[in-house]
């Protein structure tokens, strides 16, 4: 490493160009995902509000729990974190191939038809014209498009891998092209074979939950990997501790996480040996969800006092910390046991908000915490706010977990006992919703913050201010 | 990468080469590998937790029938299956029986009996339906190929044996059905007549011809 200062100029100017390439595509994407965030934000809310207090908004066709909750899904997953996701994802492999992002004005368009298709979607399902099919609620001609444009994306990714300027391919491509190559794939086939005439009854549950449970297993979940494969080993200047276990984990998910959907049928009338199936596989999930955690953890060790000063570290740490929660609780409850308290109940929607919101989301503040000051080239404005952001959607994640997880097994406990009313079984709920409120809300106010920081950072970019702000939480990098 | 390197990579000193608040410049290298082996007690975890899921597989797989859906629910199909190859032998719970076993026989012959024209021929109002019970028991136990003359059209084509999957009473039990269901009014058909024609033709395996049968008929 003899002339290491003109390598370490070489290598900031390579970013910079990179960075340059990735600005408009990637900016465009994290900018509509924090808006269908907010938009997602409020219908959590509402719909939250209507399970204590019925009353609440209730007299509007349009607002009903029945529209605003498949909205709500909607607008998170194919908005927010799809948008966001696919933004780190461009940034995240251009940064890994050494290469510029390619087709960056055809994946502008994508960003904006995007956008009007999440809309469209929207506005269908809360005006009544969802198909019904959870996770697949908006109408077939919406999927259609929204099916044209993650070909594209696709073809960026593969473009820019095959234009790769380095010969090692690190951990993070594998999950990003896992992901790239994956969903576009599931999603065509799984609107194919539900919105189709391929599978109908049992059959369409059964390809219903196979499509619902791999959205997060190999499309969320390979993106939030990726980032944290990244980011770990880049906040704190540390190779991540062991290429085999990499290996390892990311084999076994690929071997394993496509069978696991149909535990959300368990007890249904489905075959058996196809629950089983689902039991086995799921179970058989905790192989790769160690490896990455012993990976993960192994390479923080010694470095958690960075937690303080990097907000990407935090979110980051707590998502990938998640994510190991998330997935054990995920593969115990596929037990028949388990499953058999615990089906039909809350603790199902927060075990669903772990994975979504307290990995996922939590990865993809993280990631949009390092790469955003990257693109625009302004700092963060306030340090305060980003505590906040972190301690308002990390705590109100815990409060609604536990509340939600308690409350879910009562209820799965009195559901098995046919003597007691159904009406006391919501009664006794009713503490455990208001909980849930207070934690949506809690989680409103650090979404709005971070929108704030997000909208203020646009603004100064856009109006060519605020260039000479210091990193807002001292200590190092970023 | 020494330590030294990545300090002043940190270092507010590059100010001169890079603006020292631009957050590109602040960054460390690109995330490397490095190479820790595999601990020993955690392949051995793995292949045991492997070990448990081919166990399980087996134990709850039920069969891989399509009609077991819960744990248990083997044993009941058993009970059932015995339920229906011992039982009474009244026309009226031979027909009971018969309609239910009937659900295998409607994916070709029809919920109505009509059959598909050109594939499948009808169950309802055919001589062979209603002629001898005797010619019908061995359609069922051992099949049907070849060219077939049934209601004034010639088929040709395969019916199944179930002879293996169905009992002697289940078998009596369809016949029965099918005999007296739709405009059919032949008589009853009693497991006692398949039991002995089930044993003649014990070493046979080949399906009937439409000719072969029409020439036992005769010979009888």
Same mark, same amino acid.
């Given at each position: 490493m003899g002339d290491s200062e003109t390598d370490l100029e070489r290598d900031a100017q390579s970013r910079k160009a990179i960075d340059a390439s990735a600005r408009l595509p990637v900016v465009f994407m994290m900018a509509s995902g924090v808006f269908w965030l907010l938009f997602g934000t409020v219908l959590a809310f509402i719909a939250s509000f209507k399970l %204590?207090?019925?009353?609440?908004?209730?007299?509007q066709a349009w607002l009903t729990f029945g529209r605003v909750r498949p909205a709500h899904l909607n607008t998170m997953i194919y908005g927010w974190a799809s948008m966001t996701g696919i933004g780190v994802l461009l940034w995240l492999q251009a940064r890994l191939s050494r290469v510029r992002v390619p087709l960056r004005k055809s994946l502008i368009a994508v960003g904006v038809v995007w956008n009007f298709a999440v809309l469209a979607g929207t506005v269908a399902i809360l005006a009544?014209?969802?198909?019904?099919?959870?996770?697949?609620?908006?109408p077939p001609w919406v999927a259609a498009i929204l099916g044209a444009l993650f070909v594209v994306v696709m073809a960026a990714s593969v473009l820019t891998f095959v234009r790769r300027n380095v010969e090692h391919v690190y951990v993070s491509q594998w999950y990003l092209f896992g992901a790239v190559f994956w969903f576009p794939f599931l999603y065509i086939a799984g609107n194919l074979v539900i919105h189709g005439t391929?599978?109908?009854?049992v059959a369409e549950a059964t390809a219903n939950w196979w499509y619902a449970h791999n959205v997060l297993g190999i499309w969320f979940t390979p993106i939030g990997l990726a980032a944290a494969y990244y980011f770990i080993p880049k906040v704190i200047g540390r190779p991540i501790h062991s290429y085999y276990l990499s290996l390892l984990g990311f084999w076994t998910l690929a071997l394993f996480y496509?069978?696991?959907?149909? %535990? %959300?049928? #368990?007890?249904? =009338? #489905? =075959?058996l040996w196809v629950q089983t199936v689902g039991i086995v596989a799921s179970m058989m999930m905790f192989i790769p969800v160690i490896t990455v955690a012993i990976n993960h953890h192994m390479t923080m060790v010694g470095h958690f006092d960075k937690l303080e000063y990097s907000p990407t570290l935090r979110f980051i740490v707590f998502g990938a910390m998640s994510y190991t929660l998330v997935s054990v609780q995920g593969s115990l409850t596929a037990l028949r046991v388990v499953n058999e308290t615990t089906h039909f109940t809350h603790y199902t929607i927060a075990h669903a908000h772990l994975g979504m919101y307290a990995f996922v989301t939590m990865v993809l503040f993280g990631s949009m915490y390092y790469i955003l000051p990257r693109l625009t080239g302004r700092e963060w404005s306030s340090g305060p706010l980003i505590r906040a952001h972190f301690w308002t959607t990390g705590l109100g994640m815990v409060l609604y977990w536990v509340g939600l997880t308690i409350g879910g097994w009562i209820q799965g406990q009195m559901l098995k006992?046919? @003597? #007691?009313a159904f009406i006391e079984i919501v009664q006794t709920t009713l503490p455990y919703l208001w909980s849930r409120s207070f934690a949506a809300a809690l989680m409103s106010v650090g979404h709005f913050i971070f929108a704030y920081l997000v909208g203020r950072m646009l603004y100064e970019w856009a109006t060519d201010r605020g260039k000479d702000r210091l990193p807002p939480m001292l200590g190092g990098d970023q | 990468m020494s330590d030294s390197l990545r300090e002043s990579q940190e270092s507010p000193d590059e100010g001169d080469i890079?603006?020292? %608040?631009?957050p590109i410049a602040r960054e460390f290298e690109r995330p490397e590998d490095g190479y820790q082996p595999i601990p020993l007690t955690l392949i051995f975890l793995f292949f045991a937790l492997v070990g448990w899921g081919g166990w399980y597989l087996g134990a709850y797989?039920? @069969?891989?029938?399509?009609d077991v859906f819960y744990p248990g629910d083997r044993a009941t199909a058993a009970a059932e299956a015995q339920k229906e190859s011992s039982g009474g032998t009244s026309p009226e719970e031979l027909a009971t029986l018969g309609k239910r076993v009937y659900a295998q026989c409607?994916?070709?012959?029809q919920q109505n009996g009509?059959?598909?024209?050109?594939?499948f021929p009808p169950l309802d109002g055919t001589e062979w339906v209603t002629g001898p019970p005797q010619t019908l028991i061995r359609i069922l136990l051992h099949g049907l190929e070849g060219p077939i003359q049934v209601a004034g059209n010639e088929y040709n084509a395969q019916m199944p044996a179930w002879g293996g999957q169905l009992s002697d009473r289940q078998i009596a039990a369809v016949l029965t059905y099918i005999r007296s269901a739709w405009s059919n009014q032949a008589g009853p058909v009693k497991p006692a007549q398949v039991e002995s024609l089930r044993k003649e033709s014990a070493d046979r395996s080949a399906s009937w011809t439409a000719s072969e049968l029409k020439s036992l008929e005769s010979g009888q």
């Open positions: %204590h207090s019925p009353w609440f908004l209730a007299d009544g014209g969802s198909t019904s099919v959870e996770w697949l609620e908006f391929g599978a109908s009854g496509n069978w696991a959907g149909t %535990h %959300h049928l #368990i007890g249904g =009338p #489905i =075959p006992n046919p @003597d #007691i | 890079h603006e020292m %608040h631009d797989s039920g @069969d891989w029938r399509v409607a994916a070709c012959h009509k059959g598909v024209a050109g594939n």
